[in-house]
């Protein structure tokens, strides 16, 4: 296997990890120091995996297409992870994870659409300003995540809940806009093949 499919599958491995890490404060009543630090540490391994995966596929010319299906796929699971768990922590709205589910389990319908018929979805821009919003709204919800668990700055903990919030809702309207360009370029690619 590749380096760049190795750092992608550690990112699929390192979603449910991060999930058991997050909630077992919650579950032991213990140790919210540590699994704060710990999330850190994933959230960040995480996002550079995302960008090194990439970044060696293309300086080695390791770009294969498991590569192309598994990249999107990790990128998926690690980012609803952190989602999931903002939302059982309270701090992300319910609608805004549903918004960003739907989604991702309606691309991955149409990549699936598409690649069936010899065609491979390439980001674009769109794509590329949702994961980079996408990764603002990690950031953004671990901050609070951690101000609100180690009970640091507590007068900015609203304001900060308030700002996350907003990165949460452009993260949705960011998920909504690359979705209906890919959906204009798919049918246009349909199009042309008939």
Do not use: H
Request: aromatic fraction near 14%; proline fraction near 3%; charged fraction near 15%.
């Amino acid at each position: 296997m590749s380096l760049p499919n190795k750092l992608t599958v550690a990112r699929l491995a390192l979603s449910p990890v991060l999930f058991v890490v997050f909630f077992f404060p919650s579950w032991t009543g213990s140790l919210a120091s540590a699994s704060t630090i710990l999330c850190w540490i994933i959230f960040l391994s995480v996002e550079l995996t995302d960008m090194l995966d990439g970044y060696f596929a293309r300086a080695r010319d390791q770009i294969s297409d498991l590569g192309k299906v598994l990249d999107p796929f990790a990128d998926v699971l690690s980012r609803l992870t952190y989602f999931i768990c903002f939302t059982g922590f309270g701090i992300m709205p319910i609608w805004v994870l549903a918004v960003l589910v739907y989604r991702e389990v309606a691309i991955t319908f149409l990549r699936t659409f598409l690649y069936r018929r010899g065609v491979a979805m390439a980001a674009n821009r769109w794509g590329k300003a949702k994961a980079a919003t996408y990764t603002a709204a990690g950031a953004a919800g671990f901050i609070v995540v951690t101000v609100d668990r180690l009970d640091l700055f507590p007068g900015f903990l609203r304001g900060l809940a308030l700002a996350s919030e907003a990165v949460f809702i452009l993260a949705a309207l960011t998920a909504v806009g690359s979705f209906m360009t890919y959906l204009v370029s798919a049918v246009r690619s349909e199009r042309a093949a008939r």
